[in-house]
């Protein structure tokens, strides 16, 4: 249990010290530092629990099981590899004049803050305090997408404020229609907003405000996952903030609020009866999927481009949660693992991609193969992944999720087809100039440290190849909490 | 002759307070001066505190008090307080919004509090506490905060729409539940204040940037730019 | 059957009382608005006097006007004469209000309008015209929120009929009705647009561009206008009497004897004393509006009125 709090108390000591020092020489090693100890907690929560089985923390505060621990670790992880990208890549831009020390400490403690959020609303067993926690994601990701002080990025962080603001406070009329239905069943007032209680009394909950619950939470949460139509603040965000921040936002935070969804479906399934849930996340996640996959094409802003492949696949997990069944959910939480480990990446390789042309418009970017090969291949290497090319886990992944549907849903299957290979094709018509292509005289090759990006890929390639025996296990552990049978029978 | 004359007059009270919370929601559609605005936004954080504590007397709820005397400082002195000095700060203090299709806004909020009724009704007829009928009333104060964000340009506008949002979600916790637990609502309004500042901050960021707080003119970021 | 008798005689005695207490009501109103206003203010009895004046006066018809104009007045005394007769003043159960309803009051006073425009138009003037035009703006929104009003207060009673709804408001006691609250200030907007006073019109004026009433008898003389000024000053008591028994009725008599009836005559007679008072302090105090924003006035009227019968289905039907 201590390895718990000490995830959650890292990060928020590590946003505290930043805060005040944050602006020393010193203070990227040490968010570097901060990020990898709250790793080493993660994993040690992680073992914890794969030997053990979940934890309850005293006064029920936190719960964790199979299903949220591996995301406390996929988090804390992301949030360590990202840490060491951002120190060279933050150091450049102090030294390009666009950043100043002021706002370096800005950076760095909110950096700890969100992550803290992050690792809260996972970790916490209370849905108000999820609530909390992703409201205060939004509140401390705002500045740091103003951070450059553009008229751009204040619009950016205008629109992400304004749009996650209002939609997450859907979610939380959800969530006091829940707990007004729990209260109902429930007795301690204190305990009925707890998820541990929830589940256990979801058949009796009353169906009909549940239903309603479920839709405002999901149009809530479904904001800041960047499902569509409330997507509009997702490729605004990641395009104008610094690049770590994206590669955080990308990786982390849609996965936290997916998560959120899928915790509250597991409440209302069992509730309602009927599969109104899974059907609502199925139409929700199709359509941004599709759309996404049409917006990829006219993208002129790398960041853009790789945001509203965000976009497309956190539409085609939710889709594939939505499907529910064994097979859909695993191929989802492998999805939301790989797309996680890729996208974030894939960020961090075009962030130096745009230090390199000094730009971020795909049209000036050119033949980053010839200026910079470890650049030029990572951004090739990390697209063909999130594309999903074989070998790599994101096919694997992608591959489950449309067995299932075959299965389930077979006349959907070609949709999901036609939009993978427009999708395939809208990455690469951009990506194929920017690798090859003439080298401009005036690119240079940029200090870069790719090592985070090459263990992130070698461990998607790694989850294509075969998933180790440890994570498939626990994977269908995860599996077995939310869809109710185990996929490999290794039950739990 | 209805269902008021079986309460006492505690309760009734409570209902005549929710109907003007929801009026102060029509009020601040219909207000179009930035401080009037701020004004009326304080009203309801103060009407909203008002009711809390009755709520609280008249359920035994003790925690409530808490919320209430929370409620009063938060949204009914500090946020309006804050807002009003940053009005003052950027020099708005005679700004008003366009006063075109004020009526169909209005007649639009009107709609949406038609549409809450019903959408809130399956809650009503499962809840035995006194305060459920405002249920609604509370669902239609978050609606009218988005219409007022929608169809106001100004900056401030938008974030008392935002705010009054809030104020409508917790009303909502306290007549549908008597309030969320205490741990949940201190986060919450941990949460409504950070932003509150928060807001001040890209208030003078969009100012130093684009030199007015007519969000209209925030429209570099779009699909179809060339 | 003796009590049907004098049920009638009451109710002929209830609209006496009306048309004859108008004038004196108009009278105290510009009473204290002078007082307010540092003047001293003519006597309490003037509005009967200026009466009178024009009755003697010879009547002078402007060239080319037709019988509506000469109707015209008589039909709208007539109407608002029969309107208040529907209103309970001073005792309630009256057979009267059980042959007409509030709705039919409403439409009395359309009558009454459609009427009075007509005559504006009917001379031909701009005057006349643009006063008819304005009015009938004003009206057409003033309407809608008058009958929202009178439904909001007809679904809480469960009836139309005015004497049986206030009977039933009386007996329920002291219930604090948010419909009712905001039905009570919409109508007081109403009220103040429907009898031409500030801040939509001003009675007071002859300036061109702002009055509306004012234009439309601009060409009447002699007793005729002395009908219309009197309809007016019927139907403005009317207003006052409504609002007054509707939102409080305590006082008004239940039964008919002499005591009842007496306390109810000193009951309304206090309550339209107060809400004049109050009509001239907030006259004393607002300034005319433009007549374009008279719109918004008259539509924020109407939400407010909206609002009661929205409050009513949502916060008082339920359970």
Redesign the interface.
């Given at each position: 249990m201590i390895a718990v709090y000490l995830t959650l108390a890292l990060p928020l000591a590590g946003a505290l010290w930043l805060g005040a020092f944050g602006h020393r020489r010193s203070a990227g090693w040490v968010n570097v530092a901060v990020s990898g100890a709250t790793f080493g907690a993660s994993a040690a929560v992680a073992a914890d629990v794969l030997r053990g089985g979940p934890l309850l923390s005293g006064g029920r505060m936190f719960y964790i099981d199979a299903f949220n621990v591996y995301l406390v670790a996929l988090t804390a992880f992301v949030g360590f590899t990202t840490a060491i990208f951002s120190r060279p890549y933050m150091v450049h831009e102090v030294e390009a004049g666009r950043v100043n020390a002021r706002r370096m400490r800005l950076y760095h403690s909110m950096y700890q803050g969100f992550l803290f959020t992050m690792l809260l609303a996972l970790s916490t067993n209370?849905l108000?305090?999820l609530?909390?926690a992703m409201?205060?994601a939004t509140?401390a990701t705002?500045?740091l997408v103003?951070l450059y002080?553009?008229?751009?990025s204040?619009?950016?962080?205008?629109?992400y404020?304004?749009l996650c603001?209002?939609g997450i406070?859907q979610a939380?009329?959800g969530?006091?229609?829940l707990?007004?239905a729990a209260?109902?069943v429930i007795h301690a007032?204190?305990e009925?907003?707890l998820w541990t209680s929830l589940h256990a009394a979801a058949p009796g909950l009353?169906p009909?405000?549940v239903g309603?619950a479920f839709v405002f939470l999901l149009v809530g949460y479904g904001t800041k996952v960047g499902l569509v139509p409330l997507h509009n603040w997702l490729p605004?965000a990641h395009?104008?903030g610094p690049t770590p921040m994206s590669a955080i936002l990308s990786g982390l935070l849609l996965n936290v609020a997916l998560y959120a969804v899928v915790r509250v479906k597991m409440i209302v399934d069992p509730a309602l009866g009927t599969p109104l849930a899974g059907r609502l996340m199925m139409g929700f996640g199709m359509l941004s999927f599709l759309v996404a996959v049409l917006?990829l094409h006219?993208q002129?802003d790398i960041k853009r481009l790789y945001s509203y492949s965000s976009i497309e696949h956190m539409g085609l997990m939710t889709f594939a949660f939505g499907v529910g069944g064994p097979l859909a959910t695993f191929g989802a939480l492998l999805h939301m693992t790989v797309h996680s480990l890729t996208k974030s990446s894939i960020f961090v390789t075009a962030g130096h991609a745009a230090h390199i042309a000094g730009t971020q418009r795909i049209e000036q970017i050119r033949g980053l193969i010839r200026t910079q090969p470890a650049v030029g291949w990572g951004l090739l290497l990390g697209t063909a992944a999130i594309a999903g090319f074989p070998p790599f886990g994101v096919f694997t992944s992608e591959f489950l999720v449309l067995s299932a549907t075959m299965k389930a849903w077979p006349w959907l299957t070609p949709l999901l087809l036609i939009g993978l290979g427009v999708a395939f094709g809208g990455l690469f018509r951009h990506l194929h100039p920017m690798v090859y292509g003439e080298r401009p005289d005036s690119q240079s090759a940029v200090a870069a440290n790719m090592l985070p990006v090459a263990v992130q890929l070698a461990l998607v390639l790694w989850l294509g190849l075969a998933i180790p025996g440890f994570l498939a296990h626990w994977f269908d552990q995860a599996t077995h909490l939310i869809a109710g049978a185990t996929l490999l029978g290794g039950g739990s | 002759m209805n269902a008021l004359q079986g309460l006492d007059l505690t309760r009734q009270l409570i209902l005549l307070l929710a109907a003007l919370v929801l009026f102060s929601s029509f009020a601040m559609l219909a207000q179009s001066r930035l401080v009037g605005l701020v004004r009326v936004f304080a009203w309801q954080g103060v009407l909203l505190a008002v009711t809390t504590g009755l709520v609280a007397y008249a359920s035994g709820h003790t925690h409530l008090y808490a919320s209430a005397v929370l409620t009063f400082f938060l949204k009914g002195l500090l946020i309006p307080w804050i807002l009003h000095r940053m009005v003052l700060r950027l020099g708005l203090e005679s700004a008003r919004e366009s006063d075109a299709y004020r009526t169909p806004v209005q007649l639009a909020g009107a709609g949406l509090v038609v549409f809450s009724y019903y959408v809130a009704l399956p809650v009503v007829q499962l809840s035995a506490l006194f305060t459920r009928n405002t249920i609604a009333v509370s669902l239609a104060v978050v609606l009218l905060g988005m219409l007022l964000m929608i169809s106001r340009h100004k900056a401030v506008s938008q974030v008392v729409g935002f705010m009054s949002i809030e104020n409508g979600l917790f009303f909502a916790a306290v007549v549908a539940t008597y309030g969320m637990p205490m741990v949940v609502e201190l986060g919450v309004a941990f949460d409504v204040l950070v932003a509150a500042i928060l807001f001040g901050v890209v208030f003078l960021q969009i100012r130093a940037s684009i030199d007015t707080l007519d969000v209209d003119r925030l429209n570099r970021l779009s699909e179809s730019e060339p | 059957m003796a009590d049907h008798l004098t049920s009638w005689v009451l109710a002929l005695v209830q609209t006496a009382l009306f048309v004859a207490g108008a004038p004196l009501l108009a009278g105290w109103l510009k009473r204290v608005k002078c007082r307010l206003q540092n003047r001293r203010g003519p006597r309490l009895t003037q509005p009967y006097r200026d009466l009178l004046r024009l009755f003697r006066k010879e009547l002078l018809l402007p060239e080319g006007s037709s019988w509506v104009f000469r109707a015209a007045p008589y039909v709208i005394f007539g109407a608002i004469v029969l309107a208040a007769a529907v209103v309970p003043l001073i005792a309630l159960r009256l057979p009267t209000s059980a042959i007409a309803d509030v709705i039919v009051l409403v439409g009395f006073f359309a009558l009454a309008r459609f009427f009075l425009a007509l005559a504006g138009m009917d001379v031909g003037t701009a005057f006349g015209g643009m006063g008819a035009s304005r009015e009938m703006t004003v009206a057409s929104l003033a309407e809608p929120a008058l009958l929202m009003a009178v439904f909001t207060l007809a679904m809480s009673a469960g009836t139309t009929d005015l004497s049986v709804a206030i009977q039933r408001i009386l007996s329920s006691g002291l219930v604090i009705r948010p419909s009712f609250v905001f039905a009570l200030l919409g109508l007081l907007l109403v009220a103040v647009a429907e009898t031409g006073r500030i801040p939509v019109d001003n009675p007071a004026t002859h300036l061109e561009l702002t009055m509306i009433h004012e234009a439309m008898v601009l060409e009447y003389s002699g007793r005729h206008l002395a009908l219309m000024e009197w309809a007016a000053q019927i139907k403005f008591m009317i207003y006052a009497a409504l609002i007054a028994n509707i939102f409080l009725p305590w006082g008004i008599a239940v039964g008919f004897g002499f005591g009842a009836l007496a306390l109810g005559a000193a009951a309304v007679a206090v309550k339209l004393a107060l809400l004049a008072a109050l009509l001239a302090v907030s006259e004393t105090l607002l300034a005319k509006m433009r007549l374009f924003a008279a719109p918004q006035f008259l539509g924020f009227a109407y939400l407010l009125c909206l609002l009661g019968m929205l409050s009513h289905v949502i916060l008082e039907v339920g359970g």
């Open positions: 209370n108000g305090i609530w909390v409201e205060g509140l705002v500045l103003s002080r553009t008229p751009e204040v619009e950016a962080a205008w629109k404020f304004i603001g209002v406070a939380l009329f969530t006091v229609l707990y007004f209260a109902r007032r204190d009925a907003l009353e009909a405000v309603l605004d395009s104008e917006f006219r002129r | - | -």
